[in-house]
């Protein structure tokens, strides 16, 4: 009786150490596969449209890419950089300049010809006595409406919502030569 409850005993704790795997889900409308083990696993899709426009972006300002430069002066000198990959933009930086006691620059980025993020960067403001203000403003854009929109890495009511071929990220897609972008970011 000893020698039973002791390898019963012995099972047991041989079965506790073993570890299982995720199992299958199953149904009789679906493909077979294991339960991911955490959220990492889970690739990112067009069903999840906020991953799938980080992905793109992080992609886009990774990777070595065409530059077209262009420097022009409204009231102060300003920079617009065009990013191609096989002649298509992805990308729009635009360097506003210091004016007053602000620095201002934003970044546009596109798939296939359509916006699909804009940011925003503001250094500077009312002149303080030793501080630095800066603000961050991301618009993830879907179908040319903004699906999420933070202010310095925390949700918040978008200023912009919609983008139609007359708001200036797509006019800029259209502008070939410097005279044409300054026409657009220095209205008189």
Not at 88 to 117: N, P, Q
């Amino acid at each position: 009786m000893k020698r039973l409850l002791t390898a019963f005993v012995f099972l047991f704790f041989i079965s506790c150490n073993q570890t299982q795997e995720p199992p299958e889900v199953k149904s009789a409308d679906s493909i077979v596969a294991p339960v991911p083990k955490s959220i990492e696993q889970v690739p990112a899709t067009k069903e999840d449209p906020i991953e799938f426009i980080r992905e793109k972006v992080e992609k886009i300002n990774t990777m070595k890419l065409e530059k077209k430069h262009f420097e022009f002066v409204c009231d102060v000198k300003m920079m617009v950089d065009y990013f191609y990959v096989d002649g298509k933009i992805v990308k729009i930086a635009v360097d506003f300049g210091t004016l007053g006691d602000s620095y201002a620059r934003e970044g546009y980025y596109y798939d296939s010809g359509k916006l699909i993020f804009n940011y925003e960067f503001v250094e500077g403001g009312p002149a303080c006595e030793g501080c630095i203000k800066t603000d961050e403003y991301r618009s993830y854009i879907l179908d040319d409406k903004v699906i999420k929109y933070l202010k310095n890495k925390s949700e918040a009511s978008c200023r912009k919502c919609d983008f139609s071929l007359s708001s200036r990220q797509y006019k800029l897609l259209q502008a070939r030569t410097a005279e044409e972008i300054k026409a657009i970011l220095c209205p008189q």
